[in-house]
Nanobody, 123 residues
Framework: QVQLVESGGGLVQAGGSLRLTCAAS????????MGWFRQPEGKAREFIVGINWSGSTTYYEDSVKGRFTISRDNAKNTVYLQMNSLKPEDTAVYYC????????????????WGQGTQVTVSS
C-alpha cells in the first residue's frame, strides 16, 4: 500500500495553467500504475488520466486530451499532472490514485487515494 499526498491546486483564470503533484510513500511506488481523478461539486468522481508503472503508457479522457499531461518520476516517488488551457468546467477536487495492477488504466484496481486538492478555474 502507498500513501499519497496531492499539492498544487488553487485558483486560476481560464486559459491558465497549474501543475499538480502527488507524492507517494512506500518502497513499491514504481510498481504501481498512477492516475488522476476529479470530482466537480455535486457530481461523481471521474477518471481523467493514467500512467502505467514505467511511464511508457498513458491514458487520457477526451475532455482533457491535448491539454493535460501526466508524468512520473519513480526515483522521486512522484507523479505530476500538468494542466494547460484550463477551462471553468475543469473546476473540481482532483485526486491522485494508485493502481496495484500497474497499468494505470480506467479499469484498474485503484487501491490507494490521496486526500484531494481543489482546482478552481474562473471565467
Amino acid at each position: 500500500q502507498v500513501q499519497l499526498v496531492e499539492s498544487g491546486g488553487g485558483l486560476v483564470q481560464a486559459g491558465g495553467s497549474l501543475r499538480l503533484t502527488c507524492a507517494a510513500s512506500g518502497r513499491t511506488f514504481s510498481s504501481y500504475g498512477m492516475g488522476w481523478f476529479r470530482q466537480p461539486e455535486g457530481k461523481a468522481r471521474e477518471f481523467i488520466v493514467g500512467i502505467n508503472w514505467s511511464g511508457s503508457t498513458t491514458y487520457y479522457e477526451d475532455s482533457v486530451k491535448g491539454r493535460f499531461t501526466i508524468s512520473r518520476d519513480n526515483a522521486k516517488n512522484t507523479v505530476y499532472l500538468q494542466m494547460n488551457s484550463l477551462k471553468p468546467e475543469d473546476t473540481a477536487v482532483y485526486y491522485c490514485a494508485a493502481d496495484r495492477d500497474g497499468s494505470g488504466s480506467l479499469y484498474s484496481t485503484w487501491s490507494s487515494w490521496g486526500q484531494g486538492t481543489q482546482v478552481t478555474v474562473s471565467s
